[in-house]
């Protein structure tokens, strides 16, 4: 036994006894009985009737005396000191009694103390966890970040906090629908949060499902025992669109009067509370956006849509920490154009060539300016007009420019330089309201187009004679400069045999010969001559600088001697070779292609002769070294171009005959002395056929009937009488 006791009941004595065993057994050292002293009791809550302590009396104390916080439950035996519970302690409706102890003498007077006694109660499980709520609702946007809680939920239990039997775990029992593999939401089972699971945050979307209902349980004693207390509650989500959601493309108009900076579009994070924030990719020196922190995006000045017609930035949301709240937002912005830009037209000078006999209609030239505007827009269309001509003689429209193109044309064929020798034109380039004036389009008329003559030349003239002059303007009026004219022989002589000169005064061209001409190789040139203005074009300006002339050279033969192939012909021959013995051959052509024939000049000795016409040289007698040991001739040799007459003189070589296409006829009866001509000829010379003889053949009958005469002594009659 730890400890006697003197008068207890028969209930509180079982009480009591059972307590002394259970605390001798289970606390081993704890004294149940002791001097009054101040004291700390710890007593499990709920367990009825017992004895807690007893406190030993020391004379002159006979009695014991407790004061404080009873409360109906504890007291003390004052004969005994047995302090004990009359009940049932509960931790929840008193967590700590505190009562004051004294022992008294006889008389009762205090002997000792007051003593602080004090009891703690002990928790014991005995209240299951609560809900705030029967029911929760909460509302969850589409797209919300996984983790990131939208509700919480809430319960509480009446056991000690610092004891497992307050310790609560919160869990999601049922979803419905529940339509994935992995639940669309989650609790935190510690805080109650409840937030879209990875999955819910990519799967959640108000237009297949926007409500959900789950059954989230709470349990006690950190969920950890088979005989914790459960509670449970259903929690009702309706998913809603996403709030977060980019603009459709922003178009701002460039170059805006507004006062800046000018609410362009305003993002809504599903979040509350959180940062808004702008960002680029694209290096900009400046980012003419900003975003306030209600997420209303500013363009903070004004745009030029010539210096960047687009922009693109992330939107952000971030929470106080720093992290990222939403998925970056895209947002892109597209500048207007507005026509802020005037055409630009070339200022310098531009000039155009024309030739005098252009026919009307025909395209003289392209007249360009530029519009930074958006091309393919009414603000960079341009429209060309001409403002004025000078001189406006002989008409003052002579130039037509089409409008939409710039090409310019001519309306007549009345240019003509006695008139005037050259324009100059106003144009104005609008487009939809702002113009400029491309000034002084001088055109110059030119006639170097009219053919000159044909030249006809020797083909002995020298290399560098002038064979032609050309002027591109006109010889009588000065040079103005502006317009020096290069002249280029462009067709029909391939080997530069002629070149043009150009006189910088009067632009006058000068063809002369480069190289010697020859009728051999080449008889006749048509040349094709362009003459350009070298003036560098005006960027961007096109127009025709060149005009052409042609003419034809004809080149005459000149009767060139024939040229032998080698100026000394040498051989070497011993003095006793045989008389025609062929010793060398010379050879000579004629440019002209003449036959050539070959003689001997200064053969004094009669040594040689030579084959005239295959310049063959022969020994022509016997040699004699004694008499000359070299001996030198000239060879001639000289073009056939001489007709050969060879006058044959003429041999009888030719019969006569009869002119047998005339037959003499007579009447019947003949009256005598009639008669008729017999002619005859030969292909001889004259002189033989005036002795032409006549007879008659020799035969009885024909010498009886007819006779034959001459007549005149030339012609031969033949008569019959
Ligand atoms: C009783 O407990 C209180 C609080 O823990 C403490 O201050 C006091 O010293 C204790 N008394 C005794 C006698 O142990
Ligand atoms: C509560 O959640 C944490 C982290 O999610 C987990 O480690 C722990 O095991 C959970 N407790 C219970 C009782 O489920
Ligand atoms: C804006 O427009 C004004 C005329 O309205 C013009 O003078 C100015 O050059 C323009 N600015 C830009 C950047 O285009
Ligand atoms: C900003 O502009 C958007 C539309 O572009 C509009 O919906 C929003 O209400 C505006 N915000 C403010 C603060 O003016
Ligand atoms: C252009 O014509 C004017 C007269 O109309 C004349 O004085 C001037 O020299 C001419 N200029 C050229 C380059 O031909
Ligand atoms: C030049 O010669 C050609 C033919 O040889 C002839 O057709 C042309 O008319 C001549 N030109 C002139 C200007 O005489
Ligand atoms: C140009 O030279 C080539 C080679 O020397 C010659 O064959 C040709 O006939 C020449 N042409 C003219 C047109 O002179
Ligand atoms: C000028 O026009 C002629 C004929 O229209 C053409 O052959 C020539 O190439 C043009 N010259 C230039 C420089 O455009
Ligand atoms: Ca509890």
Redesign the pocket.
Known sequence: MCGDSRHPSAAFLHSFLSLSQALCQNLGDLHVTGPLKDMNFSVPEGGGVRVIYQFTSEPPAVSFRATGEKDGIIDIVPKTGVLYLSGSLDWETKPVHRLQVESLDEKGNVVKGPYAVTIYVEDINDNPPQFDQIKYTGVVRQNSRPGKPFMHVHATDRDDPTTPHAQLTYSILHHFPNPYAEMLFQINNVTGAISPSITGSYYLDPQKQDTFTLVVTVKDMAGMTMNAFTSSADVIITVKESLWKAPPTIRIQENSTQIYPVNISQVHSNEPGVIYDLFEKEKLPRLPFSIDQNGVIYVTDPLDREEKDTYSFFVVTKDNKGELVDKPLHIHVIVEDINDNPPVCQQALTVIEVQENEDEGSNIGTLLATDMDKEGTLNSRLQFKIGSQV?AVPASNLFFIQQETGILQLTSRSLNRRI???YSLKVLVTDAGMYCLLLYI?I?LSTLASPYHNVTVAESLPVGTVILEIQA?DGD????G??YIFYQVKEGDPNNTFIIETDSETNRGFVKINKALDFEAASVYNLVISATNPEPLVSGVQYNSSSFTSFKVFVTNVDEPPVFHKTVYKAEVSEDIPVNTLVMTVEAYDPEGDTVRYSLEGDVRKWLRINSITGQVYTASTLDREQQGTYTVEVVASELSKTLILHLHDVNDNPPQLAMDYTPFFCHPLRGGEGAFIQAADADEHSYYSTFTFSLADDMNTRNNWEISTINGKLIKSNYQ
Do not use: C
Request: no cysteine; net charge neutral.
């Open positions: 001189p005037a020798s050259n001088r110059i303007t009026e000065p040079a103005t502006s317009s």
